[in-house]
């Protein structure tokens, strides 16, 4: 399908106006905010030596890109010109058939303080939402106007989704589901339900082999982070049972100094907190650590739930405090000997904005998984084209990553939840060229309505928690 004549110009308005955002952008976090995890990556880079706490791959693009400029400037180049490209390629086709509201709230999209705020930081997660919607912007381009996406676009399709997948270790749970979605085969849902679980299962097998010796990271454990939140949080939960994994002074150990969150795993791993309680467990092989886990969960069913349902509610952001932390991006970088500078007082702005906006639904990924959840009934409900199929593959990978924190997550930052909020708002958009049926708009808004309230009842009822991570470690 080639493009109409008046819609040319509008092509190159959209191309002016994502790169005009990305420059833009790129002056206001000038030369990029440096988190702890920032940090620590940089740290490898400069020394060459690396391991798999943090992902090597993306340790090993920025040793590369290096050679541009010192710092996180070339990381934070890469972020947000995948960021805007995405969402330019995502703009231009819908404008393409003359849906410039589409393409403008396209853009205001990408302006949302939570989700540009956080792409100013330069983090795994902010690299994963640049490929991410880098990639789809690219299959959109050509799927939308129902042209075939050209061989030579695979690669660099390729290149994108396996950073992602590498760039965090459950965004496999994101890129296959994602994948099998847009597949023309398997058909049937439920072939392509077990075609995704197949290659998920693969993608996690092959990954620690990818990490350890292609890209040469020395094993750090932190695969036994996982099974040691669960196990803590059982054990807290039935401390004079032999079954949990934990003895019962540890269990006593770690009731008395409240090692066991919801917010996150943390105190667990800190020496001055329950680190040396767990270092029994630790020592043990990961797959003995997993069949423990296993065990304990089996034993103590109840027990397990009750632990991540805690920490799911914690995560998701809905009945919590005011001010449940870890939700705006930092507005300086971690102080630093290495030469990672702080961005400009407009940064600093931008972020304090974005500190108002994650307070709001704006920034509770309860509110999405809600609104995530109706759009892809509405579109299930509709007959297929190529708009209705990228929006459901966005939901499906959206809503898959959301339900594996139920059983996978040890920690509530927000910006582990910024590819699913950011997914579900552009496939919003792709169905919006259609009412829903009012049925299916009103069940969705009414339980809107609900979450929401429920979440401001428990911001205005539960005590605020401390505002350091001192604080929150106890």
Same mark, same amino acid.
């Given at each position: 399908m080639s493009?109409?004549?008046?819609?040319?110009?509008?092509q190159?308005?959209?191309?002016?106006?994502?790169?005009g955002? &990305?420059?833009?952008?790129l002056?206001?976090f000038?030369?990029?905010?440096?988190?702890?995890d920032?940090v620590?990556q940089?740290?490898?880079?400069l020394s060459? +030596?690396y391991?798999?706490w943090?992902p090597?791959?993306?340790?090993r693009?920025w040793a590369?890109?290096?050679?541009f400029?010192?710092?996180?400037?070339?990381?934070?180049v890469?972020?947000l010109?995948?960021y805007?490209l995405?969402?330019?390629l995502?703009a231009a086709a819908?404008?393409?058939?003359?849906?410039? *509201?589409s393409a403008?709230v396209i853009?205001?999209i990408g302006?949302l303080?939570p989700?540009l705020g956080?792409?100013g930081v330069?983090?795994?997660?902010?690299?994963?939402?640049?490929?991410?919607l880098?990639?789809?912007g690219i299959?959109?381009?050509w799927?939308?106007?129902?042209?075939?996406?050209p061989?030579?676009?695979l690669?660099?399709?390729a290149?994108?989704l396996?950073?992602?997948?590498?760039?965090?270790a459950?965004a +496999?749970?994101?890129v296959?589901?994602?994948l099998?979605?847009?597949?023309p085969?398997?058909?049937?849902?439920v072939?392509k339900?077990?075609?995704?679980l197949?290659?998920v299962v693969?993608v996690?097998g092959?990954a620690?082999?990818?990490?350890h010796?292609?890209?040469?990271?020395?094993?750090?454990g932190?695969e036994?982070?996982?099974?040691?939140y669960d196990?803590a949080?059982i054990?807290a939960?039935v401390?004079?049972?032999d079954?949990?994994?934990?003895?019962q002074s540890?269990?006593?150990?770690?009731?008395?100094?409240g &090692?066991?969150k919801?917010?996150?795993w943390?105190p667990?791993g800190?020496?001055?907190h &329950?680190g040396t309680t767990?270092a029994?467990? *630790?020592a043990?092989?990961?797959g003995?650590?997993?069949?423990t886990?296993?065990?304990a969960?089996?034993?103590?069913?109840?027990?397990?739930?009750?632990?991540?349902?805690a920490h799911?509610?914690?995560?998701d952001?809905?009945?919590?405090?005011?001010?449940w932390p870890?939700a705006a991006?930092?507005?300086?970088?971690?102080?630093?000997?290495?030469?990672?500078?702080?961005?400009?007082?407009?940064?600093h702005a931008?972020?304090?904005?974005?500190?108002?906006?994650v307070?709001?639904?704006?920034g509770?990924?309860i509110?999405?998984?809600?609104?995530?959840i109706?759009?892809?009934a509405?579109s299930?409900?509709r007959?297929r084209?190529?708009?209705?199929?990228?929006?459901?593959?966005l939901?499906?990978?959206a809503?898959a990553?959301?339900a594996s924190f139920?059983?996978l997550s040890i920690?509530s930052?927000?910006?582990y939840?910024?590819w699913?909020?950011m997914?579900?708002?552009?496939a919003?958009v792709?169905?919006?060229?259609?009412?829903?049926p009012?049925?299916?708009?009103?069940?969705g808004?009414g339980v809107?309505?609900?979450?929401?309230g &429920?979440g401001?009842a428990?911001?205005?009822?539960?005590p605020?928690?401390?505002?350091?991570?001192?604080?929150m470690?106890?």
């Amino acid at each position: 399908m080639s493009i109409e004549p008046a819609a040319r110009p509008q092509q190159r308005y959209i191309a002016i106006a994502a790169t005009g955002l &990305c420059i833009a952008s790129l002056a206001l976090f000038w030369p990029g905010t440096a988190m702890y995890d920032t940090v620590a990556q940089y740290r490898q880079v400069l020394s060459g +030596v690396y391991d798999d706490w943090h992902p090597p791959a993306m340790a090993r693009v920025w040793a590369l890109l290096a050679a541009f400029g010192p710092g996180a400037t070339p990381m934070l180049v890469l972020q947000l010109v995948t960021y805007w490209l995405g969402l330019g390629l995502i703009a231009a086709a819908l404008a393409r058939f003359g849906r410039s *509201r589409s393409a403008v709230v396209i853009f205001a999209i990408g302006l949302l303080p939570p989700f540009l705020g956080w792409q100013g930081v330069v983090l795994k997660d902010a690299q994963l939402a640049g490929a991410l919607l880098a990639a789809v912007g690219i299959v959109g381009w050509w799927r939308l106007a129902r042209r075939p996406l050209p061989g030579v676009m695979l690669v660099p399709i390729a290149v994108l989704l396996a950073y992602a997948v590498l760039i965090r270790a459950n965004a +496999v749970f994101i890129v296959v589901p994602l994948l099998v979605t847009l597949a023309p085969r398997p058909t049937h849902p439920v072939a392509k339900l077990a075609t995704g679980l197949i290659a998920v299962v693969l993608v996690l097998g092959v990954a620690p082999v990818v990490n350890h010796r292609l890209l040469g990271a020395q094993p750090s454990g932190v695969e036994s982070t996982q099974a040691l939140y669960d196990l803590a949080g059982i054990a807290a939960r039935v401390p004079t049972s032999d079954t949990t994994g934990l003895t019962q002074s540890e269990a006593a150990t770690v009731i008395a100094r409240g &090692c066991a969150k919801p917010f996150f795993w943390d105190p667990l791993g800190d020496e001055a907190h &329950c680190g040396t309680t767990m270092a029994r467990l *630790r020592a043990l092989p990961t797959g003995a650590l997993y069949v423990t886990l296993a065990s304990a969960a089996l034993h103590h069913p109840i027990a397990y739930a009750g632990h991540r349902l805690a920490h799911l509610n914690s995560t998701d952001r809905w009945l919590v405090p005011f001010h449940w932390p870890s939700a705006a991006p930092p507005a300086a970088s971690e102080p630093n000997t290495l030469g990672l500078a702080n961005p400009g007082a407009a940064a600093h702005a931008w972020e304090a904005l974005t500190a108002v906006v994650v307070e709001t639904p704006l920034g509770w990924p309860i509110a999405w998984i809600v609104v995530a959840i109706t759009a892809i009934a509405a579109s299930v409900s509709r007959a297929r084209d190529p708009a209705r199929d990228l929006a459901t593959a966005l939901l499906v990978s959206a809503l898959a990553l959301e339900a594996s924190f139920a059983v996978l997550s040890i920690a509530s930052d927000l910006r582990y939840h910024l590819w699913p909020m950011m997914a579900t708002a552009v496939a919003t958009v792709l169905l919006a060229d259609r009412a829903p049926p009012r049925r299916i708009l009103a069940v969705g808004a009414g339980v809107l309505i609900l979450v929401v309230g &429920c979440g401001i009842a428990a911001r205005v009822l539960l005590p605020q928690p401390p505002q350091t991570y001192a604080g929150m470690l106890g």
